[in-house]
């Protein structure tokens, strides 16, 4: 079994449209999936941050409905936030470099993104969240919120995205 099947068969709730444009280039570009239950931890890997705060398991469980909402800062959960924050100083600041990654995929994103916004009043496609007891966890499509931010418009501009909970 390719380390994709695996995935996708220890996340059979998680919908075809998440699963290919969240899970999928990380598995084939940048981290493997290296799991073999929903048992196994993400403690030591690079899943744990992007997961947290679920355990394979938790995730595995959740209910996933296509929604829209409008979003503000203070509903996601500090590590979104923080993630936000990021991506915007990266604009004038290298912040990858200290991972060993290339700062300027990420600037180059963002602004497509806002400009993307600007032209559409959207954003380019369904972003992938999931509800936690901290807050909204944003799973795929930090860019695209980010750009909402650094625009000023978030909260203004609904937020097509698949839900979590």
């Keep these: 079994m ?18 290919d444009t969240f899970l999928v280039p990380l598995i084939i570009n940048d981290i493997d999936w290296p799991f073999l239950s929903i048992y196994d931890s993400l ?7 992007i997961l947290y705060p679920f355990s394979l398991s938790s995730l595995s469980k959740l209910k996933w409905k296509l929604s829209s909402f409008l979003l503000n800062k203070d ?8 993630d936000i924050d990021m991506v915007i100083l990266n604009k004038t600041t290298d912040v990858w470099a200290l991972i060993g990654r290339d700062s300027k995929p990420s600037r180059d994103s963002l602004a497509w993104h806002k400009k993307n916004i600007i032209t559409t009043g959207r954003l380019s496609a369904p ?3 999931a509800v936690t007891p901290l807050g909204i966890k944003i799973l795929d499509g930090h860019h695209r919120i980010t750009a909402l931010f650094d625009l000023g418009v978030q909260g203004m501009v609904p937020i097509d995205a698949w839900i979590g909970e």
Aim: with cysteine; glycine share 6%.
């Design 2 to 19: 390719t380390p994709i099947e695996r995935a996708k068969s220890m996340l059979p709730k998680m919908p075809s449209e998440v699963f």
């Design 127 to 129: 972003v992938a969240v």
């Design 75 to 82: 509903i996601l959960c500090k590590g979104s936030q923080d």
């Design 43 to 49: 403690n030591g890997t690079d899943w744990y941050r």
